[in-house]
């Protein structure tokens, strides 16, 4: 299981990591959103996405800001159970999983086998929530491209997802692993903000509600993109594990139980 961000329709990463890691359909890549997947209702969507049927792996794929919500895609698609709960897949192009806003999911990390030969497995619980705003929105207006009114959650949508976790946290197991798009605000990067951007015309109410969820409730790792840089914040007093990724693949595992960015597309012999 391995994670990845902001590939915008560039798949060379995950060409990369397949061919390393020698990869099946049976192995998934996350990626933090701004996937490019459906960024144009054009040709060159269906160009991408014939791309991605080829490469022997499968896709779980959040929402970022330069995309549309799967659900107002142009070609056929149905809901299918992956990760233990609902996602959003093409009909032609089934290695291809859609995460959906707002729903929590279980990924697998450690197969058992038993003595009959059957198999379970251990699961991180995750939840996602995609979306952020679009500091380029009236650049890409201006200029006739591509920008999507819903990029964000809602004022309704924030709400319900605040009372489905604080429902999980009292009824189910916790959650341990937060897949987002952009960051809870505390964690903001503002050293990699844009000079030419006014930051007080930038909309971080997608931030403001995430950094309500990470102060109210403990998790063990939270993941998210966006920004553009690969940055593995120190660890605190509360053990939390905080990773943002760009172009760096990492392997779920691993940095769960060590902490460490580790690239898996480096060369470790010239490290």
């Known amino acids: 299981m391995s994670l990845v961000s902001d590939t915008h329709g560039n798949f060379k ?22 996937c490019g997947f459906n960024s144009y209702f ?28 799967p659900q107002e895609m142009n070609g056929k698609w149905h809901y299918e159970k992956f990760f233990g709960n609902r996602v959003i897949v093409e009909d032609n192009y089934p290695n291809i ?13 450690y197969k058992y086998y038993n ?14 929530i995609g979306g952020a705003y679009s500091v380029d929105k009236y650049h890409r207006i201006s200029n006739g491209w591509p920008w999507f009114e819903n990029e964000q959650l809602d004022e309704k949508e924030r709400a319900e997802i605040k009372d489905y976790i604080k429902w999980i946290y009292s009824n189910c197991d916790p959650i341990e ?21 006014d930051q007080s015309m930038v909309d971080k109410s997608m931030e403001r509600f995430l950094g309500e969820i990470e102060f109210r409730y403990p998790y063990k790792a939270w993941f998210w993109g966006h920004y553009h840089a690969n940055r593995n914040y120190p660890l605190t007093e ?11 693949v990492i392997e779920l ?9 580790n690239n898996l597309l480096e060369d470790k012999e010239n490290k």
Do not use: W
């Open 13 to 34: 990463r995950i060409k990369d990591i397949s061919k390393k890691l020698n990869t099946t359909k049976e192995d998934v890549l996350i990626i933090l959103g701004d």
């Open 42 to 69: 054009n040709e060159r969507d269906n160009q991408l996405k014939n791309k991605i049927a080829k490469y022997p792996i499968t896709i779980f794929a959040i929402r970022g800001n330069h995309e549309a919500r």
């Open 97 to 109: 999983k859609y995460a959906l806003d707002g729903y929590d999911y279980y990924i697998p990390y």
């Open 115 to 128: 003595e009959d030969g059957s198999t379970y497995y251990e699961y991180y619980h995750a939840f996602v």
């Open 177 to 197: 692993i937060y897949l987002t798009h952009t960051c809870p605000c505390i964690y903001e990067p503002t050293d990699l903000f844009l000079p030419q951007v």
């Open 238 to 248: 509360d053990g939390c594990q905080r990773l943002m990724l760009f172009d760096g």
């Open 253 to 261: 595992e691993d940095y769960m139980s060590t902490g460490i960015y």
